[in-house]
Nanobody, 119 residues
Framework: QVHLVESGGGLVQAGGSLRLSCAAS????????MGWYRQAPGKQRELVAS???????WYPDSVKGRFTISRDNAKNTVYLQVNSLKPEDTAVYYC?????????????WGQGTQVTVSS
């Protein structure tokens, strides 16, 4: 059973920063990729950052230059540094881990952490 535990969310003013953490219950290199998604009320969940086991990162244009995903292998933890926050970044942020097993993708999710940006 894979467990992902997020932390670091909170209330911040526009222009502020937060660092979100996702602690995994096992070696993060056992996953093909890890990522951060967010879901705002009434909207679909969207991917905002990902990192492969090889270290390749990806961001959508909406957060590029403001969000940075990184990892601490010794702590089995993935981080999301979020800077220059905007009110539209308000959402629940979820950590995701993906693993390919016998040709099928398996997704694991954390419980989410709320980020609220005030204007």
């Amino acid at each position: 059973q894979v467990h992902l535990v997020e932390s670091g969310g909170g209330l911040v003013q526009a222009g502020g920063s937060l660092r979100l953490s996702c602690a995994a219950s096992e070696n993060i290199f056992s996953f093909n990729s890890m990522g951060w998604y967010r879901q705002a009320p009434g909207k679909q969940r969207e991917l905002v950052a990902s990192i492969t086991s090889g270290g390749t990162t990806w961001y959508p244009d909406s957060v590029k230059g403001r969000f940075t995903i990184s990892r601490d292998n010794a702590k089995n933890t993935v981080y999301l540094q979020v800077n220059s926050l905007k009110p539209e970044d308000t959402a629940v942020y979820y950590c995701n881990a993906r693993r390919l097993i016998r040709g099928r993708w398996n997704d694991y999710w954390g419980q989410g952490t709320q980020v609220t940006v005030s204007s």
